[in-house]
């Protein structure tokens, strides 16, 4: 066996894999705060990359200002979005505000349609493209960027859930927004608060895969679908579960596009995720992380 | 005038229809239907007969999420697999239409319901992702397993035959279509009178208790997805006679997508509301459509705007029906008609 | 008038080169129209997006068909076209689709298909012979063959695994990509262990920046060649110094290229949409348009302006010249292959440089291959 | 007779001891009280004879048979009904078809006959129907019949579960603190309700309650548990006199005084 | 400090419940609402609290006024915000947090740190069972333990007016004695004014200044305890005293039925 390719792919699929891990934990923060699955997350990650993209390239910014720029407009929207749309549905069926979001997505991608045109459009070197190696392969800068980030995001939001009043108020609210309701607690600031981070995130996950494609288009939005079963995987309420489940998937698309592919023909490494997610859910049927779901009488 | 309830008879009190109207208004209502094909240019038909379909789908659908709780997100898979299996049994061993169909369904029932056997342990988001998975999987197979699929290139289904008459015609396919609709209606209204119904909906509404009133929770669940998924696979099989060819293109999972919005809009847990769903999102496009290339005659250089704003104002369609109908149409229908019944003393 | 339809994609998955195709033949139709039309009658052509889905391709299809009773239809992809290719046959209705499938030019079997351009298969031929002919090694060229699993991107696969056998090129290796835009190192792992001289690709342009980039990080030595949707004016732009020395199999001139035909096209663009950005997709459109035009002028002339009459027309054109836009165009009763000639380019500096012109024979077994 | 015997009963919920060692008998036809403070395992105790729970240790013998293993609904279809502490009714379902479900294992007609309806399912349906009007009609809560569950009173919920639970014609009926969140009169309704349940239908009771009024009044037996252990068990009045119980649960003062 | 007149509420437009209501609760008191099943005492509390939104109900007449200002239709953050702490009926925890998380977020409008520290030993005193599981999910809870964790998080908020939904329902008889023990001490001590729902009235009538019983959406009688205490009816229907002031055994009432209401 081939052990320099069985290590270039585990350490590419590690690394490709933070990039799911970052765009996850967009997921994980609305799911902790109102226990909803947001299916517009691909398009924030969508909206996130343009707005740097033409504060880059329109307004020659520099890089670190488009940054917080982009921060600040991700911020918005996901606040706008839920006063607009999620506010009125406190309350309501979770399908509906499932629902509600794949409408959103559409809203989104129409929207950025008419402003930029489905032309992939190249998106500005922010980092140098000078590839690293690491062991045996050479990894994009912009994958080391995805890392630290993810590291970062992780140690901060598990403690902010954990020992923030704030966080533990989101969690409540997920738990039952009638009973925190009773407690003073805000529902809408908290999904204001948990809407606008999770766009952030995804937006930081937008621009760094615009650096690492070298173009940007419709279908980065795509992102989205493919970070469910990472998301599932590791637990719908789990950062940690993020991130693990960012990882395993990478490795495991990776594996399964190095060995079983030349065995079918192709497809493979798309489908691995899915089937591994089937058999981890038939084990733990709340992920690897996620918390079981209280059923009782 | 109709004010309240005087039912005499509990077999009264448990009819479909409320009035004796309201079957006379049925029954105008299905002449009408049936006359469309006389009048209805052939395009337009061809919405109707997907209408049709997305009807079937839709409560096969609203049977497995809208009264049994359990999110799906595998439709397109499962209607995949009745359109590949009856094109299968048609060209393959040339089996006539009215057994296709069936046995198509039949062959989706039973993947419906080994697909459902996870149920019992994985729940409510995990189990629509563990669906979404076994779209992928299911797309997969039926890209590979090209000697009976066609694989990329699909198969291509021969015009369904009654004898020596051939339902080649837009106006044919309707017959076909509606009658199946018919069937599939009124076998899921009764369904919900009876012991399996209202077990679905226990399931739905508190699984504990439901055991502990004697529902096998296993055996029910597994009986919605076979049964939500024999709806499916018919509506697979009808989609194969009306494309003529079938790929997996054909099968996307903004399909799946698609449905569910339907009984979200048209109302979970409701047959009726799995009727205006269907209508709605299968019309919405085509009006969008309609209305988009209308103005792109006259304005050919905005086209590509339109087509972008055509999206748009699908999602804002989406998103607007959902903050204002958040229970779905079906329930606005109940309210008005209610409102009605006792006016002008609705308070 | 003459009543057209027009099924583009301009917002689906394939929109990014749907969009400027809509756009050449849509402008190419109106200069036509501005110029006096089909003598004298005005082309109407009805717009509609069907968003690569196929449902929606048939429903429009039918409007086009019954209701507004076109006489020919101007296509998009392989899907719609495929799903759609008995009813064009049975309601004899021309249609010109962007998908290049060899398989659409056998008249025996699909009568009303048309497209403009040399084939897929044509364009693997050419690089193949473009292979051979440049290869100095001692052991025989090793190629790749690099697609996605659907209809376009296997297309031309069958007929490039034949022809290599013939020309004594070995295939070393087939790899599937995933469709939307992926990290594909573990593709380009798995391929560079074959280490083939040469790799074709198949797909558009966004999935083909991604790809180099790939493989520049990598520091893969095979030189790629992409197909007719994978080479245009964006790679350099989207894949940046990845794309240097890279070849493509173009069907089309790049706009602006230095031929006769070029200058309506900037006349048009320059008067009416100064701004915009073309590239060689939008003179494909443009192409399109301006041969299906010249089938409905042959056809009106004969006064058989219905699907069959332009069926007819159109297997009439014989060397029939754009300008350069598009080598010069035949259509027989027999044979629907438009040409076989394709041109080679290369990225250098960031541009597109023409290297030569290729021409594989019209072989009657490749009919339909 | 005996009807229901547990013996050393034991459940653990990962670290916490629910139950240990809990064993007694219950006659047929008889009252049976479980009493005891907050978190000591009357509710478990339920869910083991039930099966919502499946003890660790120790045996639940129904009528001469082992059901430790079975699953709920198993022991439904031989007898047994329960209603829930934290009300566990179909809330989105109105009254009437709250009662329906109950019918369900009574209920044979399978799923194509209910899909066509009309013919013998139709006949059967309207069956079922008759019997539940008359639980209603015992339970005087025809007014709600139609009601949603959810919209009604916490009062009368703990009706509606009640009567779910009659319209399975149980022959062991579990009832988990049926009084709590009533008023002296409504109190004094479901006793009656409850005594009529078992004297004239002849069903065997076993309840969880905190009215030590009405348990010492109406049960024939008693279980008092603590800390998941057996601290008595007897008559009424035997267990009212035990200091244990007294200082566990009783407190000094005259519960009559509550 | 708590004033209700002629309030109506109406649940989805069509069903009228409260039927002009009024109510009046004197800052520093403890005030007992009483009646029968689907009186509206619990819809009284919403209404109060401003929860009725959520169900699909509104305040349809009359006002709520709270320390001289009108809180009707307020959004519930910010009645908690002025002080007034809703514990719900049927033990509302937050099942999927611990114990200890539940406290947290009943402390959730509170800004002093040291006393938010406090104030949760003081809960863990209360009530030790809690202590105990405090890192506990509060889902595994029994009943009655939920019951202590709802009542423990109404502490934590230190509110000005505590509305207590049935602190009693399935709590045991000891523990009923000690929390209603304690509803008085945070009355006395924190000067917590309290509205107390309550089915059993005895318990009620042993702590409450006032009382109210409501019948169909009204009130129909109210008064200081000491009145309502003499009041033959309540002796009869509310505290079980017969006649002869013998209580009856639960056991011969089955024979016969009754109903008095007073409306
Ligand atoms: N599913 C479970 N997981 C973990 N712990 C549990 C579970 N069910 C019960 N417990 C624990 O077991 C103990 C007994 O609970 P149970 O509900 O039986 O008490 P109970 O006697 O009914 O009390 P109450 O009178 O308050 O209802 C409690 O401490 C509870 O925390
Ligand atoms: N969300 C709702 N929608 C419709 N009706 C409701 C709703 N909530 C309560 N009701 C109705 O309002 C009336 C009063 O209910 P409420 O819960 O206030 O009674 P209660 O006095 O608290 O009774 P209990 O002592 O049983 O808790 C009941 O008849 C009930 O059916
Ligand atoms: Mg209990
Ligand atoms: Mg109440």
């Known amino acids: 066996m081939d052990i320099t390719f069985l290590l270039q792919l585990i350490i590419n699929g590690l690394v490709v894999g933070s990039i799911y ?13 109102s226990s909803a699955l947001n299916l517009a997350q691909g398009e924030f990650l969508m909206v996130g990359a343009y707005i740097c993209l033409n504060l880059l390239s329109k307004y020659h910014l520099p890089f670190w200002q488009a940054i917080l720029i982009t921060f600040v407009f991700s911020a918005i929207l996901g606040m706008l979005i839920e006063r607009l749309i999620l506010r009125p549905l406190i309350g309501s069926h979770l399908i509906s505000v499932i629902m509600v979001t794949l409408g959103l997505s559409s809203i989104l991608k129409a929207l950025i349609q008419l402003v930029y045109g489905t032309d992939t459009i190249p998106f500005p070197e922010v980092f140098p493209s000078a590839p690293v190696q690491i062991g045996p392969i050479p990894v994009s800068q912009g994958y080391l960027y995805a890392i630290g980030c993810v590291t970062i995001l992780v140690t901060v939001l598990t403690m902010f859930f954990k ?46 895969l615009g650096t690492i494609r070298g173009g940007i288009d419709m279908s980065l939005s795509f992102m989205g679908l493919k970070v469910l079963p990472v998301v599932i995987l590791g637990g719908l309420d789990s950062i940690l579960g993020a991130i693990v489940g960012g990882v395993i998937i990478g490795v495991l698309e990776n594996l399964s596009g190095g060995y079983v592919d030349p065995l079918v023909g192709g497809g493979a490494k798309e489908v691995a995720p899915y089937i591994a997610l089937i058999l981890i859910l038939m084990f733990k049927p709340y992920g690897l992380f996620g918390k079981k779901k209280i059923e009782r009488v | 005038m109709r004010c309240g309830d005087f039912k005499t008879s509990y077999s009264a009190d448990m009819t479909i229809f409320e009035s004796n109207s309201a079957r006379v208004m049925m029954g105008l209502f299905l002449c009408l239907l049936f006359s469309l094909p006389l009048y209805t240019p052939g395009y337009l038909l061809d919405i109707v007969n997907r209408i049709g379909i997305a009807i079937i789908g839709a409560i096969g659908l609203n049977i497995l999420t809208g009264f049994t709780g359990q999110i799906s997100l595998g439709n397109a898979a499962f209607m995949a697999i009745g359109a590949f299996s009856s094109g299968y049994f048609g060209t393959k061993f040339g089996l006539p239409f009215y057994f296709c169909i069936p046995l198509a369904g039949l062959m989706t029932a039973f993947f419906g319901m080994f697909v459902g056997i996870p149920s019992l342990r994985i729940k409510g988001l995990y189990l629509a992702m563990a669906t979404l998975a076994a779209h992928f999987i299911v797309e997969f197979l039926i890209v590979k397993w090209e000697s009976v699929t066609g694989g990329v290139a699909g198969l291509s289904i021969p015009a369904p035959k009654l004898g020596s008459f051939t339902l080649n015609s837009d106006a044919r396919l309707f017959f076909l279509i509606f009658i199946i609709v018919i069937m599939a209606v009124l076998f899921a209204k009764n369904l919900f009178r009876t012991k399996v119904g209202k077990a679905f909906v226990a399931i739905r509404d508190q699984a504990i208790s439901a055991e502990v009133m004697g529902v096998n929770i296993l055996k029910y669940k597994l009986l919605s997805f076979g049964i939500s998924s024999f709806y499916v696979g018919v509506a697979g099989a009808l989609v194969s006679y009306q494309a003529k060819i079938i790929s997996p293109e054909t099968f996307p999972v903004t399909v799946a997508i698609d449905y569910l919005g339907m009984i979200i809009i048209g109302g979970l847990g409701s047959i009726l509301g799995s009727i205006y769903g269907a209508v709605f999102i299968t019309l919405l ?31 804002l369609f989406i998103v607007i029906f959902i903050l204002f109908e958040p229970s779905g149409l079906a329930a606005r229908w109940h309210s008005i008609k209610n409102y009605w019944k006792l006016y002008p003393f609705s308070h | 008038t003459i009543k057209v339809g027009g099924l583009w994609d301009l917002t689906g998955a394939t929109a990014d080169v749907g969009k400027p195709f809509a756009d050449g033949a849509q402008d190419a139709i109106a200069m036509i129209n501005e110029k006096g039309g089909i003598n004298g009658k005005k082309i109407e052509l009805i717009n509609v997006d069907y968003a690569y ?15 507004d009773k076109v006489v020919m239809i101007n296509g998009w992809g392989s899907g719609d076209t495929e799903a759609l290719r008995d009813d064009i046959t049975k309601d004899k209705i021309p249609f010109f689709s962007a998908s290049f499938s060899g398989h659409l030019t056998d008249p025996t079997k699909t009568p009303f ?13 050419g690089f193949l012979d473009f292979v051979k002919k440049n290869w100095k090694g001692k052991v025989p060229a090793k190629v790749a063959f690099i697609y996605p699993n659907h209809g376009f991107g296997k297309a031309p696969i069958e007929a490039g695994r034949q022809y290599a056998k013939e020309l004594g090129i070995e295939l070393v290796h087939e790899e599937i990509i995933p469709t939307p835009v992926q990290d594909v190192t573990s593709n380009l792992l798995s391929m560079q262990k074959k280490s083939p001289d040469y790799a074709y690709v ?7 920046a991604n790809l180099l980039k790939d493989a520049k990080k990598l520091g893969i030595k095979t030189i790629f060649f992409l197909g007719n949707y994978g080479m245009t004016e964006a790679l350099p732009k989207l894949a940046k110094d990845a794309a240097e020395g890279v070849y493509g199999m173009a069907t089309h001139a790049a706009y602006g290229e230095n031929v006769k035909g070029m200058k309506a096209l900037l006349d048009w663009n320059k008067k009416h949409s100064p701004k915009a950005e073309r590239d060689t997709v939008y003179v494909r459109g443009w192409s399109y348009a301006v041969v299906w035009a010249e089938g409905l002028r042959i056809a009106d002339k004969n006064k058989q302006l219905n699907g069959e009459g332009i069926k007819k027309a159109l297997e009439t054109l014989k060397n029939f010249d754009t300008g350069g836009l598009v080598p010069p165009i035949t259509y027989t009763a027999t044979d629907h292959r438009p040409t076989t000639k394709t041109t080679v380019y290369v990225i250098k500096g960031g541009k597109m440089t023409k290297v030569t012109d290729m021409e594989t024979p019209r072989r009657k077994e490749w009919l339909g291959l | 007779m005996v009807q229901l015997s547990c013996s050393d009963i034991q459940l653990n919920f990962g670290g916490v001891r629910a139950l240990s060692g809990v064993s007694f008998e219950v006659l047929r036809g008889e009252i049976f009280a479980i009493i005891g403070p907050n978190g000591a395992g009357k509710s478990s105790m339920l869910n083991c004879i039930s099966g919502l729970y499946h003890p660790q240790q120790g045996k639940v013998i129904y009528e001469d048979h082992d059901v430790t293993r079975l699953p709920p609904f198993e022991r439904t279809k031989r007898g047994m009904a329960r209603s829930f502490q934290n009300i566990a009714l179909f809330k989105g379902m109105s009254v009437i078809d709250n009662l329906m479900i109950g019918r369900h294992l009574h209920q044979h007609s399978g799923l194509i006959s209910g899909g066509l309806y009309y013919g013998p399912a139709q006949v059967e349906e309207t069956k079922h129907r008759e019997y539940c009007e008359e639980i209603i009609e015992f339970l005087e809560i025809q007014s709600i019949r139609k009601s949603i569950v959810g919209t009604l009173a916490y009062g009368f919920q703990k009706r509606v579960e009640l009567a779910r639970a009659l319209a399975l014609e149980p022959k062991l009926l579990l009832l988990d603190e049926p009084m709590a969140g009533m008023n002296l009169e409504e109190t004094e309704d479901m006793v009656r309700f409850i005594l009529d349940t078992n004297e004239t239908r002849g069903i065997t009771i076993i309840m969880i309650e905190h009215d030590m009024g009405v348990v010492m009044d109406i049960s024939n037996s008693v279980c008092v548990l603590d800390f998941g252990k057996k601290i008595a068990g007897g008559t009424p009045e035997e267990v009212q006199q035990d200091p244990n119980v007294i200082k566990a649960y009783l407190g000094d003062e005259d519960p009559e005084g509550l | 400090m708590l004033t209700i007149s002629n309030a109506e509420v109406i649940y989805n437009r069509v069903i ?34 401003g929860l ?21 239709n307020l959004d519930p953050e910010d009645i908690v915000r002025k002080g007034i702490f809703q514990v719900m009926e049927g033990r509302r925890v937050f099942e999927d947090l611990t114990i200890d998380e539940n406290l947290i977020v009943g402390g959730h409008t509170r800004k002093d740190a040291a006393g938010f520290k406090r104030d949760k030993e003081l809960v863990y005193d209360y009530f030790p069972r809690l202590r105990e599981r405090r890192n506990q999910l509060s889902g595994f809870l029994s009943g009655g333990e939920q019951q202590m964790l709802a009542i423990g998080r109404a502490l934590m908020a230190r509110p000005r007016l505590m509305l207590l939904d049935e602190p009693s329902l399935g709590i045991a008889p000891l523990l009923v004695q000690e929390i209603f023990q304690l509803i008085k001490k945070i009355n006395t001590e924190e000067k917590t004014t309290i509205l107390l729902v309550e089915q059993n009235a005895n318990i009620a009538f042993s702590i409450c200044d006032h009382a109210y019983i409501m019948e169909g959406g009204r009130v129909a009688m109210s008064g200081t305890t000491e009145q309502m205490k003499s009041n033959d009816d309540v002796k009869e229907f509310y505290l079980g005293i017969g006649e002869g002031k013998e209580k009856k055994s639960y056991r011969e009432l089955k024979s016969y039925k009754r109903r008095k209401r007073w409306l």
């Open chain 1, 21 to 33: 891990a970052l765009v996850a934990t967009g997921f994980v923060i609305i799911y902790k705060a």
């Open chain 1, 163 to 208: 020992y923030s009043k704030t966080g533990v108020a989101m969690r409540a609210t997920a738990s039952s927004q009638q009973v925190a309701l009773t407690m003073g607690i805000s529902v809408k600031k908290m999904f204001a608060i948990s809407w606008a981070i999770s766009a952030m995130v995804s937006a930081v996950g937008g621009i760094l």
């Open chain 2, 285 to 315: 496009p085509e009006l969008l459509r309609l209305s988009t290339s209308a103005l792109a005659g006259s304005f050919p250089l905005l086209v590509a705007k339109l087509a972008a704003t055509k999206e748009l104002v699908f999602g």
């Open chain 3, 53 to 67: 889905k196929i449902p929606q391709a048939a429903a429009a299809y039918k409007k086009f068909v019954e209701s």
């Open chain 3, 113 to 125: 298909n048309f497209f403009v351009g040399a084939s897929y298969s044509d364009q693997i031929r």
């Open chain 3, 202 to 208: 198949q797909t558009t342009v966004a999935p083909c």
């Open chain 5, 16 to 49: 009228l419940v409260l039927k002009g209501l009024s109510l009046h609760v004197p800052e520093g008191k403890i005030v007992a609402l009483l009646g029968a099943n689907g009186a509206g005492k619990s819809t009284t509390l919403k209404a109060i609290s």
């Open chain 5, 52 to 72: 009725l939104k959520s169900e699909e109900g509104e305040v349809s007449a009359g006002s709520i006024e709270f320390m001289g200002e009108r809180i009707n």
